[in-house]
């Protein structure tokens, strides 16, 4: 039985697995192709859902397979630990001023005309 696979982004590798062969066996072709750290948390997911080791590959309908290789690390701003420290280490910046906006449309027309017809100073001359 020939077994189409895809992992992670789209690359598609097609591996030959026998019917009596299991999830834990295609991974293990699936490291050595790969040259995938042995033993590392694998995850298999079959149409959108997760595949347990232990289920046969002829129990599947369809050849197609996802293999999802989990990235290292963990949760930083989950932790209860650092809860709250993040805003006393941040280095405290003073608010700018503000520039005045120039006015425009139907304010700007107001104060031009007032600067130019109400306000106008009678001198002598």
């Not at 120039?102 to 104060?111: D, E, L, N, Q, S």
Request: charged share 30%; proline share 5%; glycine share 8%.
């Amino acid at each position: 039985m020939e077994s189409q696979f895809n992992i992670q982004k789209g690359v598609v590798r097609i591996v030959l697995a026998q019917p009596t062969d299991t999830i834990k066996d295609v991974i293990a072709q699936m490291e050595q192709m790969e040259n995938l750290v042995p033993g590392q948390a694998l995850k298999m997911y079959y149409e959108g859902r997760p595949v347990s080791e232990e289920v046969l590959v002829s129990s599947l309908q369809s050849n197609e397979l996802e293999l999802l290789v989990p990235l290292p690390g963990g949760k930083v701003h989950g932790s209860l630990a650092r809860a709250g420290k993040v805003r006393g280490q941040t280095p405290k910046v003073e608010k700018q001023e503000r520039k005045k906006r120039a006015k425009t449309g139907r304010a700007k027309r107001r104060a031009q005309f007032n600067r130019r017809c109400k306000c106008v100073v009678r001198r002598r001359g």
